[in-house]
């Protein structure tokens, strides 16, 4: 019974998010009413002292990063850099290449080291034009920015930045260039089969007619551009290289300036404890904000004119699609967080715990976790907080090095936790004015696809031993 009480608010969860729903009202609802259903007298307690607690734990920490890069996606658009870099693109592949440019600016993006919400910010701007222009319907959007941001680049490729990459070191002894050849070949099946599906795609909406959408249905579209002559391309893309190089670089230099931890007395009346800061938890927040800041600085410095024109309108939608995106995905973290809290939880990481084979049993669980918290990151911390031993001496018992183990379990995570109740689908919809009935069933194929990676992966390990 508890293991069907969870089942039923994952469910419920999803079918209101797959209808069309605010998930800032239902995650609380269906996380407190599995609660009701286990222990009623809990129901208050882990409201405030759990869901409460981590919503407000994931603002505090990614509302700037949602807010920054919200401007810096509309900065993107209203300064005319978004249609320059379509047009220039559109010269150099053709618009019938529009998702794989697509694809590979989001790549670029992520593995750089910006984060996968930023991304979805910055690249949509000129998506926009790009799929306009090359008459490919919008509602293919989201699966191709879900193909470049969600899949290879975040977890598969050796050495990406993102913290999917990063989470298994701490379990594992490894580093984030763990098993390369494995990550490689993973990423390349990723990108081909996305983009074979995707293009499939493209061409039976050609086939029967379909165009990029009515003008007058669609919602959130990006303004058209109606300054004078278009910026050059180098400098139009600028500012989104200023963003990744800049990030790298802050993520170096931070812990080298404020060192493991930092502590400052605020200066007010009477006594004051001393805030200490842990670096290491906030360095990688701190360089992507940082970096967001250098790429609106260089958009003003090279397009003030255009941006002062149309800033004030233009802030004020911003601001408000990065309170609606990081509420959306607050609330996700704090219902992943109350599910996991209870009794039927266990039972599903007891059942999974069962399956023989090391790598299938670590990806099946990570996945199935991340599946229910509706987090990568948060699914996997779960489950290597709670198994990871297990991994770890299963894996020595068959003679499977750690860094086979890393890389499993990091692509694992970004497998099906892109389910309709996952923060940056839905992060990913609000932004591009689509709804789930609209779009998710090209991002659900990009997850099949992605989940079907790690045991591509899993079978090239046992029948090679490439690492």
């Known amino acids: 019974m508890a293991f069907v009480i969870v089942l039923a608010a ?5 079918f209101v998010a797959y209808r069309g729903y605010s998930v800032i009202l239902f995650a609380p609802v269906a996380a407190l009413g599995a ?61 019938r290449r529009a998702m794989l440019s697509i694809v590979l600016v989001c790549a670029l993006l992520t593995y750089g080291g910006v984060s996968l919400f930023v991304v979805v910010f910055a690249v949509y701007p000129f998506a926009a034009e790009l799929f306009r222009q090359g008459n490919i319907p919008k ?28 989470i298994p070191t701490s379990f594992f002894g490894t580093d984030t260039w763990a098993a390369p050849w494995l990550g490689t070949l993973g990423g390349v099946f990723i990108l081909i089969v996305g983009m074979t599906y995707l293009e499939w795609r493209r061409r039976s909406a050609l086939a029967a007619g379909e165009g990029y959408g009515d003008p007058a249905a669609l919602v959130n579209e990006p303004a058209p551009f109606t300054g004078g002559k278009l910026a050059n391309p180098i400098l139009a893309i600028l500012p989104l290289i200023v963003v990744g190089v800049a990030n790298k670089l802050l993520t170096v230099w931070i812990p080298q300036v404020y060192g493991s931890s930092h502590e400052f007395v605020p200066a007010v009346t009477g006594k004051a404890a001393p805030v200490v800061q842990e670096i290491s938890k906030v360095a990688a ?20 004119k255009p941006v002062l024109a149309s800033f004030a309108e233009g802030s004020k939608s911003a601001i408000g699609g990065a309170l609606l995106a990081s509420m959306n995905t607050a609330s996700e973290y704090g219902f992943g967080a109350v599910i996991a809290a209870l009794p039927g939880f266990l039972v599903v990481a007891d059942a999974l715990a069962s399956i023989p084979s090391p790598l299938v049993n670590e990806a099946v669980t990570v996945t199935a976790l991340a599946g229910i918290t509706g987090s990568a990151s948060g699914g996997m911390s779960i489950a290597l907080a709670a198994m990871g031993e297990t991994f770890i001496a299963n894996a020595h018992a068959a003679g499977i090095p750690m860094e086979v183990l890393h890389r499993v379990a990091s692509m694992a995570s970004g497998g099906m936790d892109t389910l309709p109740h996952n923060g940056a689908v839905i992060t990913l919809l609000a932004v591009t004015g689509l709804t789930h009935r609209q779009a998710y069933k090209d991002v659900f194929a990009i997850t099949i696809v992605k989940t079907l990676a790690v045991f591509v992966v899993i079978a090239l390990f046992h029948l090679t031993g490439l690492t």
């Open 35 to 95: 609660v009701l259903l286990t222990d009623p007298s809990l129901v208050a307690p882990m409201f405030t002292g759990l869901f409460m607690d981590k919503m407000v734990g994931f603002l505090k920490l990614y509302f700037p990063v949602f807010l920054l890069g919200a401007v810096f996606g509309k900065l993107i658009e209203l300064s005319g850099f978004s249609k320059a870099i379509v047009s220039a693109v559109i010269k150099v592949v053709g618009a």
């Open 10 to 14: 994952l469910c419920f969860l999803m």
């Open 285 to 304: 927040i701190w360089a992507v904000e940082g970096a967001l800041l250098l790429g609106i600085a260089t958009i003003l410095v090279f397009a003030w």
């Open 139 to 166: 509602r293919l959007i989201p699966g191709t920015i879900a193909l470049g941001a969600f899949t290879f680049t975040m977890d598969a490729l050796p050495g990406t930045p993102q913290i999917q990459n990063i």
